[in-house]
Every structure is written in structure tokens, then in C-alpha cells.
């Protein structure tokens, strides 16, 4: 493959191996010879065309049957107005000889699946392909990524056209398009319908990198952003304890404990995989809530929490990137 474009902006960037689905063996293999690849998922503006009315310098020669003075009419036609619009793709650079070796298009009919911690896969129209992840932190920003570009898709489908107004100097009649409206849908897996005549102005998130409606950001819309009361409950209940001996202790690999911190209390205790780690995170639990008997604290204070959360008068809110 050859890189036909390296315009754009990037949501996020990450080193990776592609894969592609062999439908004979039911397997995935390397694409394009394998090896570790920069590969990122972009933004790039596209020009569609609007319809609009507008006058052409030819005209057209009307001839008056009372043998009067032949007179002309304007000739409309239409013309195309530019307005931009964005296309997201996910694309790939091996990094030895920086060739191209993913240039996939995020469309309608985008499916993207989470096998594993370290390895995600999708399919668009009868292209599937996979990436093995270096880390589980770049497979979690990765999918991050995804997810704001699939969502920043279907906002972008709603789109409002201009007035075209034409106003005649010389005493003429007036021409003009009257506004119209898009109501464009998104139609996916599952039936989701993205689609509206009227939408408030979006802003970017710096902590959960997602748009939201500033009349519509109150306390809790935010489950990443910075929560003092959250915080003030954990160390009521001594969680960071707790978590020290998770990170120290039971921890599996090294990529997984790099974010364990970044990660609320029940996400740890809670993320029940196919491994043994479950069960060891609740015995270590159980054992030190023997000598640290304030940790029996966590599960009252975390209601309270959560109801004050869901009436709006805790929690981290959207802040502005």
C-alpha cells in the first residue's frame, strides 16, 4: 500500500502489530509481512457539495411577439457550494520502512470488538482487521479513540445549509433558496439512530476526551473527571491501602499495573477475567481488612456516595479541553 495522504489531525496514536482475518483457518495473521506499526486514528476534512440556486452570466434571449424590443431573462443554475465535513480512518505505518500498512475508513457499518486486553479487531463492509497491542494502557487509548470518532461520525451527520440569498440591484425580482434543513441518520448494528433538526454547540472534554452539552453538564456527567468527595471517601475507608497492595502484590503483568491507580476501587476488585487474579484480589482483601478494619467503611460511604452522585450534587464535572 502507498500513503495517499498524511493530512489531518490525530485522536490518538499508538505502536501496534495489523492483522488481518484469514477466513481459511479461522485465524489472524500478520498483515503485509508483520512488524511493529505507528498506527493512529484521524481526522480529515472533506468538502461535500450543497445545492443552491444562483444567476449564470448567459442569458436567454426572449423575443416579444408584438414585434416589441427583445428583452432577456436570467438563466438559474445550479452551483455547488463547498462545506466542510470530516472523515475519520484508521491508519497504519510500519516503522522500518515506513510504508503504509492500514488505510481503513471508519463508515456506517463500523463493528469493533474488545477480545482481549491487548488485542482488538473490527470489520467495515467485508474488510476485518486486528491489532496486537504493545501494552494494555495503548489498547485502552486506542479504543478511546475509536469511540470519539465514531461518535464525533454521527453528530457530523446532522448538518444545517445556508440561506443563499441573491439580491438585484437594478430593480429586478429577487432570488433566493429558502433554508433547509439536514436530517441525516446513522443506521448501525443493533438499529442506532443518530438524528435531530436542532443541536446545542458541543464542547471537548480534557478528562473523558468525549463532546457534551454544556447545559447538560452537572455534577456525576463526568465519571473521570476529578470527584473531592469521591477522593475524601476513599481515604475515610484507607482504599489507597487497598490499592498499594493490589499494585504491589497482585498484580499481574506490568502493563496491566500501570493504570491501576487511574482506576476506581470496584474496577479493580470487580474485573473478573479468565485468570486467577479475581480471586486472589478478594482474598488479599479479605486478609487485610483484618488489620485495616476501615475498609468495612468503603461500601456504606460509596452508596452514600452514589446517591448524592445521581441527584446531581456530587461528582466530577466536564471540563473544557
Known amino acids: 500500500m502507498t500513503d495517499t495522504s498524511d493530512d489531518g489531525d490525530y485522536l490518538v ?3 501496534a502489530q495489523v492483522m488481518t482475518r484469514d477466513d481459511s483457518t479461522g485465524g489472524w495473521l500478520p498483515l503485509s509481512g508483520g512488524g511493529l506499526a505507528i498506527v493512529s486514528v484521524r481526522r480529515r476534512p472533506v468538502a461535500i457539495n450543497v445545492l443552491n440556486g444562483s444567476e449564470n452570466n448567459t442569458s436567454e434571449k426572449i423575443q416579444n411577439t408584438n414585434n416589441g424590443p427583445t428583452s432577456t431573462a436570467p ?74 470518532a465514531v461518535d464525533e461520525l454521527l453528530e457530523g451527520l ?8 441573491t439580491t438585484d440591484s437594478d430593480g429586478g425580482d429577487d432570488v433566493f433558496m429558502p433554508s433547509t434543513k439536514g436530517n441525516d441518520s446513522f443506521t448501525g448494528k443493533g438499529s442506532i439512530t443518530r438524528g435531530s433538526d436542532q443541536f446545542s454547540p458541543r ?4 478528562h473523558c476526551r468525549k463532546h457534551y ?16 468527595v469521591k477522593r475524601g471517601v476513599e481515604i475515610i475507608s484507607c482504599i489507597p491501602c487497598a490499592k498499594g497492595m493490589f499494585y504491589h502484590c497482585v498484580k499481574g503483568s506490568e502493563d496491566d ?6 482506576q476506581s476501587f470496584e474496577q479493580i476488585v470487580c474485573s473478573c477475567e ?40 456530587w461528582g466530577g464535572k466536564h471540563s473544557y479541553a
Open 13 to 15: 496514536r499508538v505502536r
Open 75 to 148: 438563466t438559474i443554475t445550479p452551483t455547488h457550494m463547498p462545506k466542510k465535513r470530516h472523515e475519520y480512518l484508521i491508519h497504519g505505518k510500519r516503522i522500518t520502512d515506513q510504508s503504509v500498512v492500514l488505510s481503513c475508513t471508519i463508515k456506517r457499518d463500523f463493528e469493533y470488538n474488545k477480545v482481549m486486553p491487548t488485542f482488538h479487531h473490527w470489520r467495515t463492509g467485508e474488510k476485518k482487521f486486528g491489532l496486537t497491542f504493545q501494552t494494555a494502557a495503548d489498547a485502552r487509548a486506542f479504543d478511546k479513540g475509536v469511540r470519539t
Open 158 to 165: 446532522v448538518i444545517t445549509y445556508p440561506v443563499n440569498e
Open 203 to 206: 464542547t471537548f472534554c480534557q
Open 213 to 228: 452539552l454544556e447545559a447538560e453538564n452537572r455534577r456525576g456527567a463526568c465519571a473521570v473527571a476529578p470527584d473531592p
Open 257 to 262: 499495573s500501570e493504570d491501576e491507580f487511574e
Open 274 to 313: 479468565r485468570d486467577d487474579k479475581c480471586g486472589r484480589r478478594w482474598f488479599g482483601l479479605a486478609f487485610l481488612s483484618l488489620f485495616v478494619p476501615c475498609l468495612w467503611l468503603y461500601p456504606p460511604l460509596r452508596a452514600t456516595h452514589w446517591c448524592g452522585t445521581s441527584c446531581g450534587l
